[in-house]
């Protein structure tokens, strides 16, 4: 096959302001006919930073790495020319994690990596090893059972860093998650490895089989979190080498200080506070048709009684715009819900700042900016206004799930559908089966505009999969 019948896709994670990584450097390695095509995640809103590395708001390079990998799929894969991706760049290590298991099933992928301190690039392509290559990366593989069959799985990988075993416990039950069992992928550290094309078959090869061996010793588990240290190629190898549909959830934290600290979690949404969160933002203008905030608010409440101490619960009267993106940043919430007037754009009426509490209009583009300030994200949100789908669906890009009604929304339905879905959450169910139910109970009692409420789900997200009070 010809070089030019190949497309090289160029993704670089240019995260880091220290020390970039140029792209020259990849070309320079390409056929001087290669048809080439370039992207940056900068160009898809990721903002730089020094080191390529940031205490919150993990999310919104997430977000920048799957718009760049949209973008390029679309324009690039077609079916009838096949697609080579490289990927370069300075970034911490849960990023280099997250676009690697992003990047799980893709068959041609290579990674470059710029050795410290010199103008030397290592590169490989992730391939995975149908035998054991000749010689093994990682001189030293240990496995700690901690007795709890249904909990997470730990995987520390590194490069002949310091492994600490009771870092990654304590991180794990911050996030209120049992570990079944932490294993150990790592060098000694007067070895002084480097991961180029001659030692990354044994690194995936090892890599490959400890995920295997630790996912048929412990079966009932419930996802994966990876430590990852070393260089950039090995953290992405590392998520390559994951197969999300078999482990569930892949959490990505980042070392800090000595600890532990959330950062990523693949589908997007991070690890969460044991509590989920409902934010419930309400808005009637006086000069607009009376809508019964009381009963709508008391709806939900009511339906959430039955866990009432298992979830925190915020309600807020009088929605501004400014305080959208406020109230989001302080509560961080898992679980967004607005009730307002909608207009035939999409949009919501708020309230103005000053006692009058007239109608102000929030437009959609405004409404979707606004519910981006969550760090982590929202990982539902439910838009309580008339014409709110084309919203709903715009924010499916964003967040988990998104509901929304495609026209006129009578308060009756809305606050019978409060009560349906909210009381199906309580009662263990995913999100998705909630909706369900609750589309399902209130279509047999002939709710007035029902069959117009909607769900959407992110491409990238759970699929509708999070159970927000999961059954004893």
Request: neutral net charge; glycine residues 8%.
């Amino acid at each position: 096959m010809k070089n030019a019948t190949i497309r090289h896709v160029l993704l670089q994670l240019d995260l880091a302001t220290e020390n970039p990584v140029p792209l020259d450097a990849v070309r320079a390695r390409l056929p001087p006919d290669a048809d080439v095509r370039p992207y940056r995640m900068t160009e898809f809103g990721a903002e730089r930073m020094p080191f390529g590395s940031r205490d919150t708001g993990w999310h919104l390079w997430a977000r920048s790495f799957d718009a760049m990998l949209r973008q390029a799929r679309s324009e690039c894969e077609d079916g009838e020319r096949p697609v080579h991706f490289h990927i370069l760049g300075r970034s911490a290590l849960p990023v280099a994690a997250y676009a690697g298991l992003a990047l799980s099933g893709s068959t041609h992928v290579t990674v470059y990596n710029p050795r410290r301190k010199t103008i030397h690039i290592d590169h490989f392509p992730l391939i995975q090893p149908n035998r054991a290559p000749a010689g093994d990366f990682f001189t030293v593989d240990k496995s700690h059972s901690l007795g709890e069959p249904e909990g997470m799985l730990a995987l520390f990988v590194g490069a002949g860093q310091p492994f600490n075993l009771e870092a990654i416990t304590a991180y794990l039950r911050k996030q209120g998650a049992p570990c079944a069992a932490v294993a150990q992928l790592n060098c000694r550290a007067e070895e002084q490895v480097v991961l180029d094309a001659d030692r990354a078959p044994g690194a995936l090869w090892q890599i490959t089989r400890r995920l295997l061996d630790l996912r048929d010793a412990y079966g009932r588990s419930k996802g994966l979190a990876l430590f990852c240290a070393g260089p950039f190629s090995l953290a992405l190898a590392v998520g390559w080498a994951v197969n999300p549909r078999i482990y569930g959830p892949v959490w990505m934290p980042n070392f800090d200080t000595g600890t532990y600290k959330s950062a990523l979690q693949f589908p997007r949404s991070a690890p969460r506070h044991r509590k989920p969160r409902i934010l419930i933002l309400t808005a009637a203008p006086q000069n607009e048709a009376h809508i019964d905030l009381q009963t709508q608010i008391r709806a939900i409440e009511d339906a959430l009684a039955p866990v009432r101490e298992r979830c925190d619960v915020q309600a807020h009267l009088g929605l501004r715009g400014r305080d959208i993106a406020g109230k989001l940043r302080s509560f961080n919430p898992d679980v967004v819900h607005i009730l307002a007037h909608g207009t035939d754009k999409g949009g919501l009426l708020a309230v103005t700042p000053d006692t009058n509490l007239q109608a102000v209009e929030i437009i959609r583009r405004e409404i979707i900016e606004a519910l981006q300030h969550g760090d982590p994200p929202p990982r539902l949100v439910v838009l309580h206004i008339c014409s709110g789908a084309t919203t709903a669906e715009a924010l499916a890009c964003h967040f988990d799930t998104t509901i929304g009604s495609t026209k006129l929304l009578w308060q009756d339905t809305a606050a019978a559908f409060s009560v349906e879905f909210y009381g199906a959450l309580a009662d263990g169910l995913n999100v998705r089966r909630a909706y369900d139910r609750t589309k399902l109970n209130l279509g047999m009692s002939e709710a007035r505009g029902i069959e117009d409420i909607e769900a959407f789900h992110c491409p990238d997200g759970d699929r509708g999969e999070w159970t927000p009070f999961p059954r004893g």
